[in-house]
T-cell receptor, first 115, second 112 residues
Framework: KAGVTQTPRYLIKTRGQQVTLSCSPI?????VSWYQQTPGQGLQFLFEYFSETQRNKGNFPGRFSGRQFSNSRSEMNVSTLELGDSALYLC??????????????FGPGTRLTVT | DAKTTQPTSMDCAEGRAANLPCNHS???????VYWYRQIHSQGPQYIIH???NNETNEMASLIITEDRKSSTLILPHATLRDTAVYYCIVRVDSGSARQLTFGSGTQLTVLP
């Protein structure tokens, strides 16, 4: 099976712009979670989508949003970028069934730099 | 989810067993212990999980104390490629939420 893919791998944006990141989960997986990783805050949960619905949300401002399509692919969007949004954004896919919380497979991440 | 405490860093000689401890003294009866690792600049990778019995897979062994307040991840024959940050996470394994709460983890450095 192909793993989780994320595009683009690297991105440079200017403060105030908006950005969209994409994640393709493992075939058959219906749950996609997004995480932000920074040196100061570590790995932090952003949100999770399951069957096109947001199922869980972390403590991030409304500038961070996401969606999931019928084929389980997911996008996350960050509007009005701030310097502090510079981070590695990771996507994880999971079957999503009860009792499979351990089955989370992470993609390589998108490295976003805001200047 | 219960809080976990791990040492900040550890070294291990290549070929020797690496034993990574995790303290989770407030763990609840239905919470599992998960271990993930993150090799530099890659996404985290699932290693193993357990409830109360010791577990072993092709990557590692997980030893959970009888009172479940602590656990140890064992990499039996560490290689240079095992150098990574290792995260111990405690959470329930039921319901719909897939959120993982990562702490600071242990930076394991395998030395040649």
């Amino acid at each position: 099976k192909a793993g989780v893919t994320q595009t683009p791998r690297y991105l440079i944006k200017t403060r105030g712009q908006q950005v969209t990141l994409s994640c393709s989960p493992i075939s058959g997986h219906r749950s996609v979670s997004w995480y932000q990783q920074t040196p100061g805050q570590g790995l932090q949960f952003l949100f999770e989508y399951f069957s096109e619905t947001q199922r869980n949300k972390g403590n991030f401002p409304g500038r961070f949003s996401g969606r999931q399509f019928s084929n389980s692919r997911s996008e996350m969007n960050v509007s009005t970028l701030e310097l502090g949004d510079s981070a590695l954004y990771l996507c994880a896919s999971s079957p999503g069934r009860s009792g499979t919380a351990y089955e989370q497979y992470f993609g390589p991440g998108t490295r976003l730099t805001v200047t | 989810d219960a809080k976990t405490t791990q040492p900040t860093s550890m070294d291990c000689a290549e070929g020797r067993a690496a034993n990574l401890p995790c303290n989770h003294s407030t763990i609840s009866g239905n919470e599992y212990v998960y271990w993930y690792r993150q090799i530099h600049s890659q996404g985290p990778q699932y290693i193993i999980h357990g409830l109360k019995n010791n577990e072993t897979n092709e990557m590692a062994s997980l030893i959970i104390t009888e009172d479940r307040k602590s656990s140890t991840l064992i990499l039996p024959h560490a290689t240079l490629r095992d150098t990574a940050v290792y995260y111990c996470i405690v959470r329930v394994d039921s319901g719909s939420a897939r959120q993982l709460t990562f702490g600071s983890g242990t930076q394991l450095t395998v030395l040649p």
